[in-house]
């Protein structure tokens, strides 16, 4: 089966900085998309940071200027560098990634378990 393993989080003080890691393993024959989602205490899932194999990339206004996605595609990696942390960036971080297990197979949708990024003084 295919996991995603998320490492990097952690508490930080106000405007510090973390990165993220997701690796995938398993049976992977090729990933469409790889990025991370985060979930506010109280608030819903919302999109962070994606980047897809054609290499667009795509970032929330709120991490915009601050937080880069990045990928190592021999490792089926994607990184999430986080500069200049807020309070409001507090939030459990999930990997998500859209993937071939097969050549020809359907692209599926996964998930990590989620990371602890808490930014606090």
């Known amino acids: 089966q295919v996991q995603l393993v998320e490492s990097g989080g952690g508490l930080v003080q106000p405007g510090g900085s973390l990165r993220l890691s997701c690796a995938g393993s398993?049976?992977?024959?090729?990933?469409?998309?790889m990025g991370w989602h985060r979930q506010p205490p109280g608030k819903q899932r919302e999109l962070v940071a994606s980047l897809a194999s054609s290499g667009s990339v795509n970032y929330a206004d709120s991490v915009k200027g601050r937080f880069t996605i990045s990928r190592d595609n021999a490792k089926n990696t994607v990184y999430l560098q986080m500069n200049s942390l807020k309070p409001e960036d507090t939030a459990v971080y999930y990997c998500?990634?859209?993937?071939?297990?097969?050549?020809?197979?359907?692209?599926?949708?996964?998930w990590g378990q989620g990371t602890q990024v808490t930014v606090s003084s």
């Open positions: 398993g049976s992977i024959s090729s990933i469409a998309v």
């Open positions: 998500h990634a859209n993937l071939r297990r097969t050549v020809g197979g359907p692209a599926l949708n996964y």
